[in-house]
């Protein structure tokens, strides 16, 4: 069992922007983290960034194709509250599929309260830093064992 990592824009900036809401982990240690989470409960990942909303439609709609991913896990940052195309992409593709986001955006700007990819995932989870991931991780892992029944 696969599961698609997506970053959104500036998430590759983790360690070096607004530490006292994201903290000091880089992008790349918090994936190494999560690898080794997810391993450690039987599942691979692979991971993907980008700055650039065409792109991260394009890693969704390749998630099985491109990926060979069974389930998305994705934190699409500012996208998520505007991006229509990529909430279309995620109800394009049928996998299981959580919204994370390291901060938890109710306690935030008003703004960041609307998600606009939220129908189009099975769930959202917030706040945890990047045990927000792996908590995704889970779930999603539990959504497929439940369909495979």
Do not use: W
């Amino acid at each position: 069992m696969k599961i698609l990592i997506i970053n959104g824009p500036n998430l590759n900036m983790l360690g070096a922007r607004e530490k006292e809401i994201y903290g000091e982990q880089t992008l790349a240690d918090m994936n190494a983290e999560i690898a080794a989470f997810a391993k450690e409960n039987g599942m691979d990942t692979v991971f993907f960034q980008s700055n650039i909303e065409g792109e991260i439609c394009g890693a969704v709609h390749g998630v099985k194709s491109v990926y060979g991913a069974d389930g998305i896990v994705i934190n699409a940052g500012a996208y998520t509250h505007y991006s229509h195309a990529i909430g279309d992409a995620l109800g394009c593709v049928k996998v299981p599929k959580a919204e994370v986001h390291i901060s938890n955006v109710h306690a935030r700007e008003d703004f960041r309260h609307v998600s606009v990819l939220a129908d189009n995932c099975n769930g959202v989870i917030c706040g945890f830093g990047a045990d927000s991931y792996k908590l995704a991780c889970l779930a999603v892992k539990s959504v497929m064992e439940r369909a495979a029944k």
